[in-house]
């Protein structure tokens, strides 16, 4: 291929690019990222996969731990106040991981519970649905359950509400 003095090989993608062009990375994003609703995403789970995928997914439940807390670093990066975001996120995962040790714990019950009773996998994970939306809306942000994440801007006074001993030291 002849290559000018004004065009280069982006490796990346192989298309030529001229000089005034910057080449992009292959995991660059382009628009926003699509937000994720876990409990949508379970739900349709539930209702699709056979009792072999139920069950399978029960044994999971009794055999990690409690859940984690996601959120999405874009929405802290994109943030106006980012170190008072990362700072409140800290504090609201201390009380998430206290809350999420007793969820487990109840789920965990809700499984053997249903497994004494005979109930089939589907009906057990529903119960677990039940529990999940039971739960506070901090623990809900932090699985991204029905709503989104922690650092979401949509969620920030719902994160002030969870973080009252909070101080900005960069106000």
Known sequence: MNVDSDTRINNVNKAPLHAHQTPR???????????????????????????????????????YGPPVAMFRMSDIENAANPDELHGRIGRAIEQFEVEAKHYHEQARDI??????????????????????????????????????????PDNYENLVAATPNYINYYA
Not at 121 to 140: A, G, N
């Open 25 to 63: 990375s292959s995991t660059q994003q382009h628009g926003p990222t699509p937000e994720i609703d876990n409990r949508a995403h379970y739900l349709k789970y539930i209702h699709a996969a056979n009792e072999e995928k139920l069950t399978s997914s029960i044994d999971a439940i009794k055999r």
């Open 111 to 152: 499984i053997y519970q249903g497994e004494l009773a005979g109930e089939a996998s589907k009906d057990i994970l529903l119960d677990i649905v039940q529990l999940r939306d039971s739960q506070s809306e901090l623990f809900k942000m932090g699985t991204n359950w029905g709503c989104k994440g922690f650092a979401h």
